[in-house]
């Protein structure tokens, strides 16, 4: 129905109002006729060949999900400020305002709305009671891990996001350090003042951390690298159209680039947590293939959620999967520099 709207309301804007009564008949008798379901069925059609071949490659049981989920409408997901209101207060308080919701399966923050509203409609936006993110997203403190007393860094930190909900559930860091490029440091700057929140903001290139880099070291660093957002088509669909097959490789070298400038960054023992919103495996395991290969003092740590799959090293969910975004994670951890004298000294 919205793309029939939409449709209508551009006769307008093209200078053919005469145009609506036609345009509105004929998409309605289309939905009538079920040409909607037929759409959902092939649309992969939609989908670029190279990209398709990608989802092939990656994914052989799965491609064709991954496509039809691609051309689906995106729920609008909440995160719950627990710092303010509990999940289950604040669907209280929407009942009261008639809203409907439905809470995610993949994270116990996070709230769908039955039908997407504009932030200044949502109840407790502005105040910071609630945020605007992907419930995929949101699983981004349960596979970090506990982070009470510990220094932390949020690379690639922009719009803040993540950063913000890494202080909605832990309040009681040593500290956590935000850095991005100086055009999308407002953007973190927006959200901290929205939600109450404070951080070491740093604005920088994640990859050239002398010069920004203090010298003392981290317990854990969370990297959501640039990728081609292959997982999230659905929100962006221009991806289909701009992305192309070269761009891959770039994506590729910058991550590479973001994940050995920041390896030096964490303490012995720490741990990564290397993040994209791709579901193609050249950005995900064999990223971190390449990583492992060149790094000896790095191992994986196994990871896991009620949604998703396992991959040879982290954890993928596809777009659909309980509700959210395609987003892969895997969980790089610093051996300690005794285990790593030791593996140096063998030659393992």
């Known amino acids: 129905m919205a ?49 398709l071949n990608e989802f092939r490659q990656s994914w052989p049981d799965e491609w064709q999900q991954i496509a039809t989920e691609s051309n689906q409408r995106p729920p609008q997901t909440l995160r719950v400020n627990h710092r303010q209101l509990t999940r289950g207060a604040y669907i209280t308080e929407l009942c009261r305002e008639g809203i409907p919701v439905s809470i995610s399966p993949l994270s116990s923050s996070a709230l769908t709305l039955h039908r997407p509203r504009p932030v200044h409609q949502i109840p407790g936006f502005s105040e910071g009671v609630v945020s605007i993110q992907d419930a995929a997203a949101q699983l981004v403190p349960w596979f970090l891990g506990p982070v009470t007393g510990q220094r932390v860094l949020d690379a690639c930190a922009a719009p803040g996001s993540k950063a913000c909900h890494l202080l909605e559930s832990e ?26 929140v404070e951080a070491v903001l740093l604005a920088g290139d994640a990859s050239q951390p002398n010069a920004w880099w203090d010298g003392e070291r981290f317990d854990a660093i969370l990297v959501d690298a ?11 669909p221009d991806i289909r159209l701009h992305r192309r097959p070269e761009d891959l490789s770039a994506s590729v070298a910058t991550q590479i680039k973001l994940l050995s400038a920041l390896w030096t960054l964490l303490k012995p023992g720490g741990r990564l947590l290397y993040v994209t919103c791709s579901v193609l495996e050249q950005e995900n395991d064999r990223v971190v293939d390449s990583f492992l290969t060149n790094h000896v003092d790095a191992q994986t740590k196994k990871i896991q959620s009620a949604w998703g799959r396992s991959t040879r090293h982290g954890w993928q969910l596809l777009p659909g999967d309980g509700g959210g975004d395609g987003f892969y994670f895997a969980r790089l951890e610093r051996r300690p520099d005794q285990q790593q004298h030791a593996i140096t000294s063998t030659g393992l």
């Open 226 to 236: 640039p990728c081609s957002g292959a997982g999230v088509i659905r929100r962006h």
């Open 3 to 51: 793309v029939t709207s939409s449709s209508v309301d551009a006769c307008t804007h093209l200078k053919r109002p005469s145009y609506r009564s036609l345009v509105n008949a004929v998409l309605r008798k289309h939905l009538r006729q079920g040409g909607h379901k037929r759409l959902d069925q092939n649309g992969y059609a939609a989908t670029p060949h190279w990209l």
């Open 171 to 196: 309040p009681n860091m040593a500290a956590l350090w935000a850095i991005d490029l100086p055009e999308r440091i407002p953007l973190i700057e927006q959200n901290f003042r929205r939600l109450g």
